[in-house]
């Protein structure tokens, strides 16, 4: 055939050279000339036939003994299984049907003796002694327990063996029905590398939304940054078609859709083509939302992923139930948002920078992170509200200590002093004064106001686990590794007792709310309770199987609520020392977990924690028990109904209720602390309770004649990210709806962040004039 650019030319040349062929391979003696190519890489097309020849033949593509070999050995193996499982079958089977038959011939021959003995006057002796003893009954009540006997196993060995089946047949497919299948899939899906950007979405019909998510899950779990890599590892190994993606999504890869910015000028009319092509196409439209989620996890795909969101929002996608967290996309200068619909989707960090968001309808839109807060540069070890419910209190493996104010979720002040892990926290009654334990064998006490230190507590010769102030706040007590608990005047810092009986680290103390009793959990697995007045051990609380972590006092004193790392949380009657209930695994495997009553009279089934119980604490009104454990859950149980009232999930470790009931703070190893709303079982919002006094902090001056502040703006990269950062400078808000998972409008948020309402500048300039 003659050239394509040379039409006075044969082609004579194929192009080998490893690079992206603009002659497409078939070469004329000037297109080798004007192509630049090395001579070895223009191969005469004879030769370049041979050199094909040679290497199929160096492969044994034609060889098909192995093949051949392989099918026969597999025919052969299912006609032995399959005769092998039709024997079974059929024994079992038969088997089965002489149970049945037996029973039912036993049945007949107590009737026939009635039935065949019409003249019992010359009735055999054993069948007329058979014929009293149905009369007596004891032989009908025999068989009749016999065979209930029978019937009860033979219908556990037949639910049994429907168990066994199903979880064969489960296995059978999971383990060689869909392996394959990906085989089948992978022959038969050869992907066609394609130029035109519609082409290649074309061939994601084939592909539902729930393979897409699945293969976004698989990555996330693994935490892959290079996706190609990854999934070519483990191709035939999971679902049919991930050679096809992998080609699919390396295409996209080397198009313009990856390099430019589709929502610029020049790319407007192959835009607007694109979205007629595919405006009712569900398939290209999940196909899309998987881009743009793909940019979470490997960052050549930022910018198709935010070509995809742009078109996504122009197609007026409805992104129900849509989770974009941790997306990374490149948009451009006053990205346009308008018409766009968010229902249920979470939107932490989302940089909105100059973005043009008219008439839109964001619903149940979720904003994580503004309730919690971030300062510490370790591991947060203890929390605690000051009894006006306005200050929280932290520590931290930093070595520091941060005072809240959670009016606005801003720290008000570090205190430094301790050499080494600060590991309890604790307010005197009065708010004044901040007590603080630490690994450096030492407690301080601190001016909550000044935030200096007052008074340097030392006795204890190993790591202060606990400190506690009793209710009158002239004492403090604390618990050690040195398996001792101390008792200190708060106001000379002078120790008044040592109280000894442990075997083991002192993890937890608690005063009662008359300040009579003090208790302790310790490494030792039991539980303590002492006099204060006279200094003595008034009680041994032993049924924890491993170490106590926690114990708290219910507001009334009645109860005494325990945490341990056996996984449990247990109730005890302080009165009489009984343990009154306890929560605890009842069955590992399902998961399933009890509440056990020791007098043995009731049992009650609930779900709780399976890993350790760090902490427990009751809500001020003592209706509530709130847990946290390393199972990264929060619990909350109804203490009258002894049920699990709600499950708060993303936290771990300790809790502490705020002075209201409803507020709960949780801190975990992620360096945080966070706020929850235990009656809606929801992340507080700075908006929420008193917590909208945040909002007014932050102003909207209009000090030139422009719409829109002055400001700088990083309007390069959209985050959506585990640790969210919601900006929104200049961004432009008409009409539409803005409201978060609460119900609660969030144009006010937006504005905090330095957006204009136009609708509000529009009355303000009617004001003016």
């Known amino acids: 055939m003659n050239c394509t650019y040379h039409t006075d030319n044969q082609v004579s040349m194929i192009c080998i050279a490893p690079h992206k062929c603009q002659c497409q391979r078939k070469l004329c003696v000037e297109c080798q000339f004007n192509h630049g190519v090395d001579v070895k890489h223009a191969v005469p097309i004879k030769i370049f036939q041979e050199m094909v020849k040679k290497k199929l033949r160096e492969y044994n593509l034609d060889e098909t003994s192995e093949i051949t070999k392989q099918k026969n050995n597999f025919k052969l193996m299912f006609s032995q299984t399959q005769s092998m499982m039709k024997k079974i079958w059929e024994q079992l089977s038969e088997s089965f049907k002489h149970i049945y038959n037996l029973i039912e011939k036993k049945n007949k021959s107590y009737s026939n003796l009635i039935n065949e003995n019409t003249n019992l006057a010359e009735t055999s002796f054993s069948d007329l002694e058979q014929i009293v003893s149905i009369l007596e009954g004891k032989i009908l009540d025999d068989w009749k327990d016999e065979k209930k006997s029978y019937l009860i196993k033979l219908q556990e060995e037949q639910h049994q063996f429907e168990q066994d089946l199903n979880s064969f047949v489960e296995k059978l497919k999971r383990k060689i029905i869909i392996p394959i299948q990906n085989i089948t899939q992978d022959l038969i899906s050869v992907y066609e590398r394609k130029e035109d950007l519609y082409e290649i979405l074309a061939q994601t019909k084939k592909y539902d939304e729930l393979f897409l998510n699945e293969i976004i899950e ?204 600060v590991m309890s926290v604790y307010f005197s009654p009065d708010g004044t004064t901040l007590a603080s334990g630490s690994e450096d064998e030492s407690i301080r006490l601190w001016d909550v106001k000044t935030g200096q230190q007052k008074l340097e507590l030392k006795g204890h010769d190993a790591t202060v686990w606990s400190v506690c102030f009793s209710p009158d706040g002239t004492t403090l007590a604390s618990g050690s590794s040195d398996n001792s608990i101390r008792l200190w005047d708060v106001q000379t810092g002078q120790q008044k007792a040592k109280l000894d009986g442990h075997s083991h680290y002192v993890r937890s103390i608690c005063f009662s709310p008359d300040g009579i009793t003090l208790a302790s959990g310790s490494s030792d697995k039991s539980i303590r309770l002492w006099d204060i007045k006279t200094e003595q051990q008034k009680a041994k609380l032993d049924g924890h199987s491993h170490y106590v972590m926690s114990v708290c006092f219910s507001p009334d004193g009645t109860t005494l609520a325990s945490g341990s790392s056996d996984n449990s949380i247990r109730l005890w009657n302080v009165i009489t020392g009984y343990q009154k209930l306890k929560l605890e695994a009842h069955d590992a495997m399902f ?97 929420d309770n008193f917590y909208k006094d945040l909002l007014s902090q932050f102003k909207w001056p209009i000090q030139t004649t422009s719409i829109l502040k002055n400001d700088e703006i990083d309007h390069t990269i959209l985050r959506i990210c585990q640790n969210p950062i919601l900006e929104a400078k200049g961004a432009l808000i008409l009409k539409g709806e803005f409201v978060n998972d609460q119900g609660q409008d969030l144009k006010l948020l937006l504005k905090s962040k330095g957006s204009c309402i136009l609708e509000s500048q529009t009355q303000f300039q009617k004001q003016q004039h």
């Open 218 to 421: 698989l990555l996330k779990k693994e935490k892959v940054t290079d996706c190609f890599q990854y999934l070519s590892s483990k191709r035939n190994k999971y679902q049919p078609g991930y050679n096809f993606i992998i080609c699919l999504i390396k295409n996209i890869s080397e198009i313009d859709f990856n390099k430019q910015n589709y929502s610029a000028f020049n790319y407007e009319q192959i835009r607007k083509d694109l979205i007629k092509k595919i405006d009712q196409d569900k398939h290209i439209r999940n196909f899309l939302k998987f881009l743009v989620q793909l940019t979470a996890i490997d960052q050549r795909f930022i910018k198709c992923g935010s070509n995809s969101l742009n078109l996504l929002v122009e197609l007026k996608v409805n992104l129900r139930e849509q989770s974009f967290e941790n997306i990374r996309i490149k948009i451009p200068l006053q990205c346009n948002f308008n018409g766009s619909e968010f229902d249920n989707v979470d939107i932490s960090g989302m940089n909105l920078n100059q973005a043009s968001l008219f008439d839109c309808k964001w619903r149940n839109v979720q904003i994580h992170g503004l309730s919690k807060l971030d300062g510490h540069s370790n591991y947060v070890s203890s929390v605690c509200f000051s009894p006006d419910g306005y200050t929280l209190a932290s520590g931290s493996y930093d070595h520091s200590i941060g005072l809240w104010d959670l009016k606005t979720g801003q720290q008000q002040a570090k205190l430094n002093g301790h050499s080494h892990y």
């Open 591 to 687: 998961g399933q977990f009890v509440f056990l009553l020791m007098t043995g009279q009731q049992k009650l089934e609930l779900t709780v924690h399976d890993a350790t119980v760090w902490s427990i604490c009751f809500s001020p009104d003592g209706t509530t028990l709130a847990s946290g454990s390393s199972d990264k859950s929060i619990r909350l149980f109804d203490v009258n109904t002894k049920q699990q009232e709600v499950k708060l999930d993303g936290h771990i470790n300790l809790v502490y209720f705020f002075p209201d009931g409803i507020t709960l703070a949780s801190r975990s190893s992620d360096n945080s602390i966070r706020l929850w709303n235990v009656k809606t079982a929801k992340e507080i919002l700075p908006q």
